[in-house]
């Protein structure tokens, strides 16, 4: 729309399916590092989640017929936040072994089954546990982490095809890196990049939100076309997948939930091939399926007119998927009606997978704008349930983030981001500067040490 520390900000399980623990030179993110905090601030207590809710409410009933909420960043208390950073929580590798299985196919069919894998699979947090509101980043903030993982999942060879299936057995590291590159809008560009699976991903974070009275309508914002995934090893094959629109509801019931009723896009060009992804959020009398349906098929590039699974004709279809987002999702190959299919086969069970934890560098070797140490204040006052002082110290950050911005226009300087060239690329695909470079490959190492930014978005 992740991580143990994410999943414990949203009432997710604790439990990780994959991966290994965190060197001792890194800290995992279920333990995260914080900054003291005084010993005389006193506890408070704890909200009920009803009661957040109602207050959430409130707040968000002076933004009916505001065209976007988003843009507007309004300030929340700190009882109705959870103890997590935008950056760290906003990122698509709830299960990296998934992502860097995508290219292990031999067929350029089974490489687009790998990638709708990877799209179920990367935004457990929803599936597994409830919406969560994180701190609002700030400009030139940014976060940086490793996975570690088994190489285990099985490539994906369509039955029609004589491909091998070969599965890795080694531990495999995934890097991360995200930036806050506007402001206003709020932008964050952000790279993955697994240099021993050839495989990287990046892509623009913004959304745009709309409360209707009842429920919030989140849809990617103007800069947002999406996750761009490379195949290196296969001559830069390139995957675009489009986000759908989702509405978070729940707020009169005291429950947040995400349901989603929209159509999303993969496409990759170079083997003209597209995938037509439809989302139905109710059944009969309004019950809640999580059903998604979509078809595979070849499209021409040049000609990208097919948007509706229905316009799709079945000469050009290679395989169809259906199945409950929430659960098990299965596909069938050739151009037959799934309902017919002599044969489904399961693509992949999300019953089974959790969050993955992340290794993030030990806070000594942080910067001062690095999300975790950033935000260490206000965390450990929350954790501590001092939320009165966990306000305060919100607010010193985001008036020092205002001070800074009317300085650069009193100088008239523009602001440039360190790790990303660009604010926000046309492509909807960011570079990475010298800098940024320096960050990926310091991850690849364990080496996480910077120089310190010559200038601060706040």
């Not at 960043?73 to 992502?99: G, I, V």
């Not at 990287?200 to 800069?223: N, W």
Request: charged share 25%; with cysteine; net charge neutral.
């Amino acid at each position: 729309m992740a991580s143990t520390k994410a999943e414990a900000a949203s009432s997710l399980s604790p439990a990780a399916a994959a991966g290994s623990a965190a060197p001792s030179s890194a800290a995992s993110s279920a333990d995260p590092s914080r900054a003291p905090t005084p010993a005389n601030a006193p506890v408070e207590k704890t909200p009920d989640e009803s009661s957040k809710l109602k207050t959430f409410l409130s707040i968000l009933r002076r933004f009916i017929g505001v065209a976007d909420i988003a843009s507007v960043r309004f300030s929340l208390p700190a009882q109705l936040l959870e103890p997590t950073p935008n950056l760290e929580y906003w990122n698509y590798l709830d299960r990296p072994e998934m992502f860097i299985s995508i290219g292990d196919s031999e067929e350029p069919l089974g490489r687009m089954l790998g990638t709708l894998r990877f799209w179920f699979t990367k935004d457990l947090k929803y599936v597994k546990g409830k919406p969560c509101k994180p701190y609002n980043s700030t400009l030139g903030e940014f976060f940086r982490c490793n996975w570690q993982v088994e190489d285990t999942a099985p490539s994906i060879s369509p039955p029609s095809s004589s491909a091998a299936s070969s599965t890795g057995n080694r531990t495999v590291k995934v890097s991360y890196l995200t930036e806050q590159t506007s402001h206003h809008p709020p932008v964050s560009a952000f790279f993955v990049d697994c240099p021993e699976k050839g495989i990287i991903a990046r892509g623009f974070d913004q959304i745009s939100a709309k409360f209707t009275g009842t429920s919030i309508r989140v849809t990617p914002g103007a800069h947002n076309l999406g996750i761009f995934i490379t195949l290196q090893r296969w001559d830069n094959e390139e995957y675009q997948l489009t986000h759908p629109a989702a509405h978070l509801g729940g707020l009169l019931r005291g429950s947040l939930s995400v349901t989603v009723a929209d159509t999303c896009y993969v496409t990759c060009a170079k083997n003209k091939m597209k995938v037509i992804l439809q989302y139905l959020e109710e059944g009969w009398l309004g019950k809640t399926q999580n059903k998604v349906e979509g078809v595979i098929f070849k499209y021409d590039p040049a000609n990208d007119d097919k948007t509706r699974i229905k316009d799709v004709p079945d000469k050009d279809v290679l395989g169809r998927v259906e199945g409950c987002w929430h659960e098990k999702v299965y596909y069938t190959v050739g151009n037959q009606p799934f309902s017919k299919a002599k044969e489904k086969h399961l693509l992949v069970d999300l019953s089974p997978l959790w969050p993955v934890p992340k290794i993030v560098p030990p806070q000594t070797e942080q910067l001062p704008n690095e999300s975790r140490k950033f935000w260490s204040g206000v965390t450990d006052a929350i954790v501590s349930k001092q939320y009165s002082l966990a306000t305060q110290l919100k607010h010193d950050l985001e008036e020092r983030q205002r001070e800074k911005a009317a300085e650069r226009k009193e100088k008239d300087f523009n602001w440039k981001p360190r790790f990303f060239t660009g604010v926000t690329e046309p492509t909807g695909k960011p570079g990475l500067t010298p800098d940024g470079e320096v960050v990926l490959q310091g991850l690849h190492k364990d080496e996480y040490n910077l120089k310190e930014n010559e200038v601060y978005g706040a």
